[in-house]
């Protein structure tokens, strides 16, 4: 944890470094969220009312030295349109906010069509490439290229080698995603979304 230690007990925010943990997995990483703080903020997509049944869309910290942003999807048949074009959303707005150092991602594919434990109804190669295009592109911006990956769900062993393919190959690229279309996301997820907008620094 050197990165989260590095500013000292008495830094202020700005001169402490900031890690954001990216949490794509189908389920709501409350252990995680649970270690945000001093520095390390945390956003997540996951299931919901689904295990572990936290992860509300009340549970938001709107905070650059720690920030917490949920968005609950609804357990099935979110799809893939929806999925890329949340995220293509989400990630920026937040990362533009609390500034990361270094972008840690929870790495979970359970997610995808066919997940025998989760399934939002996703193409999981497709939106892996996308989510790494895109977390290429924000780590670029903020954080110098530093992205960490830590795999996470995925239980259909098929799916899961193409998606971890998928994501070594676009990070490995770097290439913009082609932008999913908004209209795909539903009005619950918006009013989520609109409230990180609004967030003022």
């Known amino acids: 944890m050197r990165l989260r230690k590095r500013g000292g007990r008495g830094a202020r925010v700005r001169d402490r470094a900031r890690a954001?943990?990216?949490?794509?997995d189908y389920h709501?990483?409350?252990?995680?969220?649970?270690?945000?703080?001093?520095?390390?903020?945390?956003?997540?997509?996951?299931?919901?009312?689904?295990?572990?049944?936290?992860?509300?869309?009340?549970?938001?910290?709107?905070?650059?030295?720690?920030?917490?942003?949920?968005?609950?999807?609804?357990?099935?048949s979110y799809g893939t349109e929806a999925f890329i074009a949340t995220w293509q959303r989400l990630l920026p707005a937040v990362a533009a906010r609390v500034r990361p150092d270094l972008i840690v991602v929870s790495a979970g594919y359970?997610?995808?069509?066919?997940?025998?434990?989760?399934?939002?109804?996703?193409?999981?190669?497709?939106?892996?490439?996308?989510?790494?295009?895109?977390?290429?592109?924000v780590a670029a911006t903020y954080a110098r290229g530093r992205v960490a990956y830590c795999l996470e769900g995925g239980y259909d062993i098929e799916t899961l080698a193409a998606a971890v393919e998928a994501t070594l190959r676009a990070n490995d690229?770097?290439?913009?995603?082609?932008?999913a279309d908004f209209a795909a996301v539903p009005n619950a997820q918006r009013a989520v979304l609109d409230a990180i907008d609004a967030w003022r620094i």
């Open 110 to 137: 359970d997610f995808a069509a066919g997940d025998p434990v989760g399934d939002l109804g996703v193409d999981g190669p497709v939106a892996a490439r996308a989510l790494a295009s895109l977390i290429a592109e």
């Open 28 to 76: 709501h990483g409350n252990g995680t969220q649970a270690a945000a703080g001093n520095g390390v903020s945390f956003v997540s997509t996951h299931a919901f009312p689904a295990y572990p049944g936290t992860g509300g869309p009340g549970e938001q910290r709107f905070d650059p030295a720690g920030a917490i942003v949920n968005l609950p999807l609804p357990p099935h």
């Open 173 to 179: 690229a770097a290439a913009n995603a082609e932008p």
């Open 20 to 24: 954001l943990v990216v949490d794509f």
